[in-house]
Every structure is written in C-alpha cells, then in structure tokens.
C-alpha cells in the first residue's frame, strides 16, 4: 500500500495521484506538485489516503507544498494573464488570417510558458503566429490542435438530455463509439438524435452497450422463425428491456399477431424449412422450468395476496334467521299471572308496519312553516269576525262632531 493524495488541475480534469511526501493535505486544499513540466497548482481530492501498489503508476511525484497565500496570489495573477492572452490570441488570428478557432489559454505556474489551444478542420501553418506572439508576451508558446471532443469537454454546456457534459463531469477519457451501438439498443440512426452536442456520437450510447449485448444473445432476432405454444411463425417485433417477442403465427386466414416472453418461444435453427420436411419441435425437448421453492406451512397465518386487476373475494354473508327462529326473550317489568297469557312477540316486519314513517327534516321544516305561515292569517280574521252580543258589530266611531 502506497500513502497517496488525489488531485486535479482543473475542475473538469483527470485525477491524479501524487506522493504524499510528508505532508498532511485534507480535501479541498490547494497543493504545489512537481510535474514533467515543473511546478504546478492544483486542488486536492482527496486526502491522504493509501491504495494498492498496483493502481500506482510509477515513479510518483511528490507534492512539495501545501499552497501558502503567496501562492494562490500568484495563481490568481496567472488567471489574468490567460485572459489577456486570449485576447491578444484572437486578434492576432485575425490579422494573420489563420482558419483556426482559439479555444482555451493555459499559464504555467512559474510563468514561463504559456499553451494556446484551438481548433481546426485541417493543418494551419502558424509558425509566423508563433513568433509574433512570442514578441508579445516574453515566454515560450506552444499552441496544440485539439479535436471537437477535447473542446467540448473544457468549455462545458448543456447536453440534449438536459444535463451538463459527462465528459465535462466525470469522464476521464473518451472510448471509442461506434453506430453498431446505437442499433443495437433500437435507437433512431439518424445523426441528428444520436450525436451530442459535439457533432460526434454521443458518450452515452456505451454505457449500456453490454447489457444489451447480453440480451440480445437471449431473445430471438427480428424476422426469426420460432416455434410457440400456439403453432409456428417469425418474428415482427423484439423488445429487449422487457425480453418479449411479437410473432405473426402461420395460418390461412388473417393474420394473427401474438407476443410472447423470450422463454416461450424458441428459434429453429436455419430458418423455415423447405417445404415438406417436417417442422422441428424445440418446445418439448426443453426442460421444463423448476417451480418455484414454497416454503412449509409452520402453523403462521399469512396474508393472501390478490393481483390488481382481481377483485378481492367477497366474504361470506351468513343468512339471517327468519323471526320464528329468533329465541323469544322476555322483557322486563312483564307480569308473571297465572291467568294471563303471555303476548306473542311481533316479528321484525310487523314492527315495521306498526311505527309511524318518520317524515324527512325538510318536510318537517316546510309543514312548521307553512303553520307558522297561517297563524297570523287566522288572527286576523278571527278579530275582524268578532260580534257584539246583541247582533251585529257596532260601527266605527267618527271623529268628526
């Protein structure tokens, strides 16, 4: 086991292991390592930590120094060099006239080298470029031609899924890619919904190219000729994921389509026979499948489960006891006389037809106020209907005199 620490130079970029050397580094901090090209500024991953010696590339560099605050001002005044050389770039590009795209600028920690990288569909001569800019700034340039993954990949974006680049997020390299991929997972092979943004197929696709492959090693191909419990016929239709098949069964009349699991069919081997030979069959000399393990009854009461289309089973309902099986209890506070005869209980629908219907609450409420409604009504006409005693109603006094 080797004591290592994890870091990386970019957000975006590979990680690496670095020697230790002494040094205690906890994630997050920022380190000064010896490279190939020197001194350089880096973030730590990960802390010190140990890994088999076999992961280890050797010889592995130590890292000098946990940064100090000289350092990370010194890392910030090379921030502001790289934009300025980009700039400076771009218009040198223009008045040379070079078809080449400036993608990034990269300054050495120790300042004495600065790396251009750009894009471009052919070789450009840009040695005159080179020395012009090496006027400019006093170090040694180095431009580097990268391809359209290389520049995806340091830019960044959004993907068409939605998500930021994987290669920008967590690949460390790019594997080869190819159509046959795409075909195999029953995608569109049209460029356009394949490709990323990139314009090249996307990183995605081999994912999970081997779990495809695995399955399609299981399930009958498309146009196959299979046998199936209900006769013979070719395959219209695969779906992988699920491992069933849609077969177009062989018959006189219209065509029947049916889909099957991969384990009920089975592929005769060089296709349809020529007619007259007899039709293999596969089906029987399959072995049948082992049933399922069902534990022993031990006495423990365990739910049944019913599926979701099935309806649970309704409980049994016990029929009621008619009224000369219910047993007569006698109430109480009942006589007991000699001479008296006990009165027959009155069975459950002659109760009912005994009690008085109980009106609803809004009948109720209309009948109480139409009541209420005529009460004032009788008053008054029973003050206007009032007689004296000695015949007819004594006429009204006038005020005048």
Do not use: W
Request: some cysteine; aromatic content about 6%; charged content about 35%.
């Amino acid at each position: 086991m080797t004591e290592v620490v994890s870091v990386k130079f970019k957000s975006r970029g590979k990680t690496y292991y670095f020697a230790a050397g002494g040094n205690t580094v906890e994630t997050g901090d920022d380190v000064i390592v010896e490279t190939s090209k020197g001194l350089e500024y880096a973030q730590c991953v990960m802390g010190n930590h140990f890994v088999p010696d076999e992961k280890v590339i050797p010889p592995i560099r130590p890292v000098v120094r946990v940064a100090t605050e000289n350092d990370k001002r010194v890392a910030e005044i090379n921030k502001n060099r790289e934009r300025e050389a980009l700039e400076i770039c771009k218009r040198k590009i223009e008045d040379h006239g070079l078809d080449m795209k400036l993608v990034d600028v990269e300054c050495s920690f120790e300042g004495n080298k600065i790396t251009f990288f750009f894009t471009s569909d052919g070789r450009v001569d840009f040695r005159e470029l080179v020395k012009d800019l090496a006027s400019v700034f006093r170090n040694r340039i180095e431009l580097r031609q990268i391809g359209v993954r290389d520049e995806a990949k340091m830019l960044g974006g959004i993907g068409i899924c939605g998500r930021p680049f994987c290669c920008s997020q967590f690949l460390d390299e790019f594997q080869p890619v190819s159509t046959k991929m795409a075909k195999i997972q029953s995608m569109s092979l049209n460029p356009s919904k394949i490709s990323g943004t990139c314009g090249r197929l996307m990183c995605c696709l081999r994912y999970e190219e081997e779990a495809y492959e695995n399955l399609v090693k299981t399930v009958p191909k498309n146009g196959a000729f299979v046998e199936t419990p209900a006769g013979y016929g070719n395959v219209t239709q695969v779906n992988l994921l699920r491992r069933t098949v849609k077969v177009k069964l062989d018959g006189e009349g219209e065509d029947v389509f049916k889909t099957y699991s991969a384990d009920d069919v089975a592929a005769i081997p060089g296709g349809r026979p020529k007619p007259g030979e007899p039709l293999p069959q596969l089906l029987k000399d399959r072995p049948a499948p082992e049933p399922a393990e069902q534990k022993q009854d031990d006495g423990e009461t365990r739910p049944k489960f019913y599926p979701v289309e099935q309806a649970e089973p309704e409980q049994e309902t016990k029929p009621r006891k008619s009224a000369s099986e219910v047993p007569v209890r006698k109430r109480q506070g009942q006589s007991r006389g000699r001479g008296k005869r006990p009165e027959q209980p009155k069975s459950q629908a002659q109760e009912k037809e005994t009690k008085p219907r109980k009106e609803p609450r809004q009948q109720k409420a209309a009948a109480a106020a139409k009541d209420q409604a005529k009460e004032p009504q009788q008053r008054r006409s029973g003050q206007n209907r009032r007689r004296r005693p000695g015949g007819r109603p004594k006429p009204p006094k006038s005020t005048e005199e």
